[in-house]
């Protein structure tokens, strides 16, 4: 573990920090904004599964709106011309997560933090943990750790975890444990880590 500290420790006294600190103050906006804008944060976040995190943020940025007003048919259309893996599994998702909208600002409006990934687990259809930990940290939740291939490729570089064959509820959140040891260690939440490992492992700032 010692090796991955002094490599985020170096990486904070980079220009890096500085670029995630604007990010988690953009998540911070998001959580304030209007309950479409909410939305079409989450729809982002479907759209990331088993799919490429920049290819969803164009697709993201070109249908805007459309995730609350396309019928299922035409958005599924526009999936597929943008160039997204599943654009008939999404859209119905979308759509389904529609139904949804009011009852998710209200969860978010009176839930606890730990409440709030357990009910979009359990309440939008094609949003699992690591889904509902991405919504939540682009919102402005940051005690949430999103876990993909990029960060499981990288403890296990660093010998923290062995490679694991899936991703259970329970190895998630075993992982996730790892990564906020990790955090504590150097005073940075789930979301702040999560922006410094996928940098290290990447090269990129994303969302």
């Known amino acids: 573990m010692e090796n991955l500290l002094k490599c985020i420790k170096e990486l904070q006294g980079t220009n890096v920090r500085k670029i995630i600190d604007e990010r988690i103050n953009e998540f911070k906006k998001i959580g304030k904004c209007s309950k479409e804008r909410i939305f079409n944060e989450l729809c982002y976040c479907i759209l990331t599964a088993n799919y490429n995190a920049e290819r969803s943020i164009k697709i993201q940025n070109n249908i805007g709106k459309g995730f609350l007003e396309l019928p ?63 919504f939540l940290r682009n919102i402005g939740f940051f005690d949430y750790a999103i876990i993909d291939f990029h960060i499981v490729d990288l403890l296990v570089k660093y010998g923290l975890i062995n490679p694991p064959k899936t991703i259970t509820k329970s190895k998630y959140l075993e992982i996730e444990k790892v990564l906020r040891i990790i955090g ?3 005073n940075l939440t789930l979301g702040e880590l999560d922006l410094c490992l996928w940098y290290l492992e990447t090269g990129k700032v994303l969302k």
Do not use: C
Not at 107 to 120: H, I, P, T, V
């Open 72 to 134: 299922e048919k035409k958005l599924a259309e526009k999936l597929k011309r943008l160039g997204h893996r599943f654009p008939n599994t999404r859209a119905k998702y979308i759509i389904e997560a529609r139904k949804q909208v009011e009852a998710l600002m209200k969860a978010l409006s009176e839930l606890r933090s730990n409440d709030l990934r357990k009910w979009l687990v359990n309440n939008v259809k094609g949003v699992g943990m690591k889904e509902a930990s991405h």
């Open 184 to 186: 504590n260690k150097t």
